[in-house]
């Protein structure tokens, strides 16, 4: 029977990057993943081709409106969307092979299958061809999420489907409705609403984006509008069904609509089924979570599981700290993540980006703070992009300055927030990112400027 040091379930971000650290520290590491191509949601039916997406609807937009302010005058923008639809695949394509030189660099043994545990470093891997029976020392559990369903909502994986077929509409929907207005409704959304479509944004909460800084999201919503989202606000959806080539969207208290594609973006549940964990006795928590120790440690001895069947946001980044910090605390005994530093995207446009506490935890939590605020109209880098839009906010401990949330909506705010991130990582205080010489011109100068409007000293506003 096949022996290793570690079997990792499931091969996206999370595993495939603890699987890299464990053999870079010396394991012999297996990797089970039941998908041929590796990479998991976020490689093949996520982040990145939903970043592709955002790209090329993008640029399509601005060859519409914003080229002919530049001067640029082209004599028809057309759509071909089989092309957008295809590189797509092709960018997912080279991410997915590039996963597997890096398992063959690093000597990582692949199974194709679903991994089953089957007792205390035992697993099955099942694919159609065969059954093959694993042992390994310890076992890490990182298998991911899936769409959440919604009660009433009947998926056709046509014209009612998640996330997954609104990446690859074979047409730009007449009308699409979006049911929820968090990440991926907002980003999707925004892609079919560039490409031409009607696209009606149905939110059971009063705002967009929960958990993100209320001015911001507030701000998003205004700037989001102007490019033609339509929010419904306060409204739960409870039905949505398919009427011949139509599909009528159901919600309390409200108007029924009917539109040609439904897209359902109302969070994601935890892939903890049929792992067997029956086996050794790890129970699920309310939420169908996997609870884990500070060390990613299960009930379970010699089991582990990181990601999105823990706790904390299901963000691939926060997979990969967690990943990391696992294998390192099992080979040399230390490993930490700071949850403190984990910042959060959402990539429309402009994009919206924040890492930790918001105005309104810090209240909640009653930490007295000072707050600074720049406009990105009042940066000069924003004027010769032509992308003015936004603010970026630092909120800071009263008392001793240091930096205790960054809120960003602002062009590239998903590369801002990393310099953000360091700083919260490295205990730094506003005057400290005040104080740091930041190239000219950047959008990188209105987040010293922000910092600088915490002590009230701003220069260019
Ligand atoms: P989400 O949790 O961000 O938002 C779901 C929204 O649906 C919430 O606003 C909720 O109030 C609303 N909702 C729930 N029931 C409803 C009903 N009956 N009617 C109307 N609205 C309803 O979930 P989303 O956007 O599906 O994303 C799932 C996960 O994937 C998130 O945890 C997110 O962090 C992650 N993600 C991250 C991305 C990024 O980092 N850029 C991109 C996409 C997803």
Redesign the pocket.
């Known amino acids: 029977m096949p022996q290793h040091d570690l079997i990792i379930i499931g091969a996206g971000p999370g595993g495939y990057t603890a699987a890299i650290r464990a053999a870079q520290l010396g394991l012999n590491v297996a990797c089970i993943e039941q998908e041929p191509a590796l990479g998991g949601t976020c490689l093949r039916i996520g ?1 990145i081709p939903s970043k592709a997406l955002l790209e090329s609807s993008e640029l399509f937009s601005e060859a519409n409106h914003t080229f002919p302010r530049h001067g640029i005058i082209l004599p028809e923008v057309k759509l071909d969307l089989a092309t957008m639809l295809r590189r797509k695949e092709q960018v997912v394509n080279t991410l997915t092979k590039g996963v597997d030189s890096l398992f063959k660099k690093n000597k990582i043994t692949r199974y194709l299958g679903h991994a089953r545990i089957n007792g205390t470093g035992q697993i099955v891997v099942e694919s159609s061809k065969e059954k093959t029976d694993l042992q390994a020392k310890h076992i890490l559990i990182a298998t991911g999420s899936k769409s959440s369903p ?1 009660p009433g909502v009947e998926l056709d994986g046509d014209r009612i489907g998640t996330s997954t077929e609104a990446l690859s509409y074979p047409e730009v929907p007449k009308h699409l409705v979006v ?7 907002l ?1 999707l959304g925004s892609v079919w609403r560039r490409l031409g479509a009607k696209v009606t944004v ?4 009063n705002r967009i984006l ?1 958990g993100m800084d209320d001015e911001i999201a507030a701000e998003a919503k205004k700037i989001l509008e102007k490019q033609g989202l339509e929010f419904r606000l306060g ?3 409870t039905k949505a069904t398919v009427q011949g080539t139509q599909c009528l969207v159901e919600s309390a208290g409200a108007d029924p609509i009917t539109c040609d594609r439904v897209l359902l ?4 549940i935890p892939n903890t089924d049929a792992l067997g964990l029956e086996s050794v006795n790890i129970k699920l928590d309310e939420k169908q979570r996997i609870p884990v120790d500070d060390h990613f440690a299960t009930s379970a001895p010699g089991i582990y599981a990181i990601g999105d069947v823990i706790r904390g ?3 691939a980044h926060k997979a990969e700290e967690e990943g990391v910090a696992c294998v390192e605390r099992i080979v040399t005994g230390y490993g930490h993540v700071n949850y403190d530093a984990i910042p ?4 429309t446009r402009p994009e919206i980006a924040s890492v930790g506490k918001t105005e309104e935890q810090l209240k909640a939590e009653k930490i007295e703070y000072r707050k600074g605020v720049f406009p990105l109209l009042a940066n000069s880098r924003a004027r010769t992009l032509g992308q003015t839009e936004g603010k970026i906010k630092i909120l800071a401990d009263a008392k001793t300055d240091r930096i205790l949330g960054v809120h960003i909506i602002a062009s590239h705010a998903g590369d801002l927030i990393n310099e953000a991130a360091v700083a919260i990582n490295f205990g730094a205080s506003s005057e400290d990112l005040a104080r740091s010489c930041h190239a000219h011109p950047t959008l990188g100068e209105a987040l010293r400027e922000a910092a600088l409007a915490v002590d009230n000293r701003t220069i260019n506003f």
Do not use: Q, T
């Open positions: 982040c919604l049911i929820g207005a968090g990440y991926i409704g980003e149905l939110e059971f909460l929960p409204n739960k959806v973006a109302v969070g994601r946001p299901m963000l959060g995207v959402a990539y």
